[in-house]
């Protein structure tokens, strides 16, 4: 059994103050040798968590850096919720060559309090217009499962996998009906208490999503030469949106899904790899400043290609290096504010990881990825939007190294480091945030109290207190960093 339980009080963002408490368990069955179960449970509330606010800028001008340590929002402007999810996780053998793996899922959130801090027209004094909204109770609920036959055949040196499967969700959503009142001019970053007013609700929008995705696939491996793998799905989507209580409009869609790989081994250091990918992917919501704020988004076909290798420079130390390219669907707030598919986006890029031990006790990760992110489509070519999305750096840099000490057993000491490119704050792409870095320190110490494994960790963030912007490219809501903060956090496991 692994249990755990976490109550504290958090200022996420540098402002949002409130307390969450989580409880977790999940049990491990073997009522027979070839059958495992694994039932958990999590429950998590969110206790009067403050809503930080989120600003939106008049033009091509960022306002004055501030501080961040004091909360500028609304104390009575906060969040609650409550989420639980649970279901069991199942795997046995078949026959001699076949295994089963299956799972079900059931999750359900219900959002208590919702409030949303808008400064709006933002100016480069930083004056703006305060707005906020507040949501009624919201509630989304989903089951789903998963379930797949694999079986395993070898001939010398070859390998042959086989995989059949499904999967499928049911989806419940009642949510939107919020409601925006306006406190007038006001300053970001200065904190202007207002009266708490009094909001009146609209009706709520109702989304029922069904879908189901049967699916087969092949993969085979010849020793020290390479594999080859192959996969091919039909899913079947279903929604129905409208409002609670009226007559809801559906839409369908039956893609073909498929996916190839392949890799060749060119020597025992050396591997050459190459992927193609036609899937689909969920976009989320859409944002709170749109017309249809909330809104779950359908369901779109995106597609990948990737190509590169893998070096072994050194026993413990591997290298990753390669090229790809994404294509989907872009969404933006059209001429109506409606938040909608209104162009093509294609990220194209490179890709460059070592990971591994260069030296005893010693663990890097090391990451760059360099990116090329591109929009076309009318809006585009009418000059509504720019050709660069925004909040997307052209470049990005992680280095992680972790030390354990050999002289106290079960204590490490770990840095991170990170810095990203400067990029586009706005859809017209007329003004740029410069490039941002951050540095975090932190230790462990792994240990056991009557045979049960704990851990302590404490972490510094933001150690140099920079102040930088983050863009949210969904919506052009820009807020500052996370001033220097730490966190110290004991766990077990019983």
Same mark, same amino acid.
């Given at each position: 059994m692994v249990a755990?339980?976490?109550n504290?009080?958090?200022r996420?963002?540098g402002?949002?103050?409130?307390?969450?408490m989580?409880?977790? +368990?999940?049990?491990r069955?073997r009522?027979?040798e070839?059958?495992e179960?694994?039932?958990?449970?999590y429950?998590?509330h969110?206790?009067?968590a403050?809503?930080?606010p989120s600003i939106?800028?008049?033009?091509a001008?960022?306002?004055p850096e501030f501080d961040r340590e004091?909360?500028?929002?609304q104390?009575?402007?906060?969040r609650?919720?409550?989420?639980q999810n649970?279901?069991?996780i199942a795997r046995g053998?078949l026959?001699?060559?076949w295994?089963?793996?299956?799972?079900?899922?059931?999750?359900?959130?219900?959002r208590l309090?919702?409030?949303v801090v808008?400064?709006?027209n933002?100016?480069?004094?930083?004056?703006?217009?305060?707005?906020?909204?507040?949501?009624p109770?919201?509630?989304?609920?989903s089951?789903?499962g998963?379930?797949r036959a694999s079986g395993?055949f070898?001939?010398?040196?070859?390998?042959?996998?086989?995989h059949?499967?499904?999967r499928?969700?049911?989806?419940l959503?009642?949510?939107g009906g919020g409601?925006t009142?306006?406190?007038?001019?006001?300053?970001v970053?200065v904190?202007?208490p207002?009266v708490?007013?009094?909001?009146?609700?609209?009706?709520l929008d109702?989304?029922?999503?069904?879908?189901?995705?049967?699916g087969a696939?092949?993969?085979?491996q010849?020793a020290?030469?390479?594999?080859?793998?192959?996969?091919?799905q039909?899913?079947?989507?279903h929604r129905e949106f409208?409002?609670?209580?009226a007559?809801?409009?559906?839409s369908?869609s039956h893609?073909w899904?498929?996916?190839a790989?392949a890799?060749v081994?060119a020597?025992?250091?050396?591997t050459?790899?190459?992927?193609y990918t036609r899937g689909?992917e969920?976009?989320?919501t859409?944002?709170d400043n749109?017309t249809?704020?909330g809104e779950?988004?359908?369901?779109k076909?995106?597609?990948?290609?990737d190509?590169?290798?893998?070096?072994?420079?050194?026993?413990g130390?591997?290298l990753l290096?390669?090229v790809?390219?994404v294509?989907?669907?872009f969404?933006d707030?059209?001429l109506?504010?409606f938040?909608t598919?209104?162009?093509?986006?294609?990220?194209?890029?490179?890709?460059i990881?070592?990971t591994g031990?260069?030296?005893?006790?010693?663990t890097?990760?090391?990451g760059?990825?360099?990116l090329?992110?591109?929009?076309s489509g009318l809006? +585009?070519?009418?000059?509504?939007?720019?050709?660069?999305?925004?909040g997307?750096?052209p470049?990005?840099?992680?280095?992680? +190294?972790?030390?354990?000490?050999?002289r106290?057993q079960?204590?490490s000491v770990d840095?991170?480091?990170?810095?990203?490119?400067s990029?586009f704050a706005?859809?017209?792409n007329t003004?740029?945030v410069?490039s941002?870095?951050?540095?975090a320190l932190g230790a462990?110490?792994?240990?056991?109290v009557?045979?049960?494994?704990a851990s302590l960790r404490a972490?510094a963030f933001? +150690?140099t207190?920079?102040?930088?912007?983050a863009v949210?490219n969904?919506?052009?809501r820009?807020?500052?960093?996370?001033?220097?903060r730490?966190?110290?956090?004991?766990?077990?496991?019983f």
């Amino acid at each position: 059994m692994v249990a755990g339980f976490n109550n504290m009080t958090v200022r996420g963002d540098g402002h949002t103050g409130g307390r969450i408490m989580t409880e977790a +368990v999940s049990f491990r069955l073997r009522p027979v040798e070839d059958l495992e179960i694994i039932p958990f449970f999590y429950d998590n509330h969110v206790f009067n968590a403050e809503a930080s606010p989120s600003i939106y800028l008049a033009g091509a001008a960022l306002p004055p850096e501030f501080d961040r340590e004091p909360f500028y929002g609304q104390k009575w402007a906060t969040r609650r919720s409550d989420e639980q999810n649970y279901g069991v996780i199942a795997r046995g053998n078949l026959a001699k060559n076949w295994r089963l793996r299956g799972g079900f899922f059931h999750t359900q959130q219900t959002r208590l309090k919702n409030d949303v801090v808008f400064f709006r027209n933002v100016r480069a004094d930083g004056s703006a217009n305060l707005d906020i909204l507040r949501y009624p109770r919201h509630f989304s609920e989903s089951y789903s499962g998963e379930v797949r036959a694999s079986g395993v055949f070898t001939d010398g040196s070859y390998r042959h996998t086989i995989h059949f499967g499904a999967r499928g969700r049911d989806v419940l959503r009642r949510f939107g009906g919020g409601n925006t009142v306006s406190f007038g001019a006001a300053t970001v970053g200065v904190e202007q208490p207002r009266v708490e007013p009094v909001f009146n609700f609209g009706v709520l929008d109702l989304d029922k999503v069904k879908q189901y995705t049967p699916g087969a696939s092949y993969v085979g491996q010849w020793a020290g030469v390479g594999e080859f793998s192959v996969g091919v799905q039909k899913s079947f989507y279903h929604r129905e949106f409208g409002k609670l209580g009226a007559v809801p409009a559906t839409s369908k869609s039956h893609p073909w899904l498929y996916n190839a790989t392949a890799a060749v081994i060119a020597s025992s250091d050396l591997t050459f790899y190459a992927s193609y990918t036609r899937g689909i992917e969920e976009f989320g919501t859409a944002p709170d400043n749109a017309t249809n704020g909330g809104e779950p988004l359908p369901v779109k076909v995106t597609k990948q290609i990737d190509g590169g290798l893998r070096y072994r420079v050194m026993p413990g130390l591997s290298l990753l290096a390669g090229v790809f390219e994404v294509s989907k669907p872009f969404f933006d707030r059209n001429l109506a504010n409606f938040y909608t598919t209104v162009g093509n986006l294609r990220h194209r890029g490179v890709e460059i990881s070592l990971t591994g031990k260069p030296v005893s006790d010693v663990t890097i990760v090391a990451g760059a990825v360099l990116l090329q992110a591109r929009v076309s489509g009318l809006s +585009v070519d009418q000059g509504l939007i720019g050709p660069v999305p925004p909040g997307t750096p052209p470049s990005l840099y992680r280095l992680s +190294v972790q030390y354990d000490i050999p002289r106290v057993q079960g204590l490490s000491v770990d840095t991170q480091f990170e810095s990203n490119g400067s990029h586009f704050a706005n859809r017209l792409n007329t003004l740029r945030v410069s490039s941002a870095r951050t540095l975090a320190l932190g230790a462990r110490y792994a240990f056991k109290v009557s045979g049960i494994g704990a851990s302590l960790r404490a972490q510094a963030f933001n +150690v140099t207190n920079a102040f930088d912007w983050a863009v949210d490219n969904a919506s052009g809501r820009i807020t500052a960093s996370q001033a220097r903060r730490y966190m110290v956090r004991l766990s077990t496991d019983f």
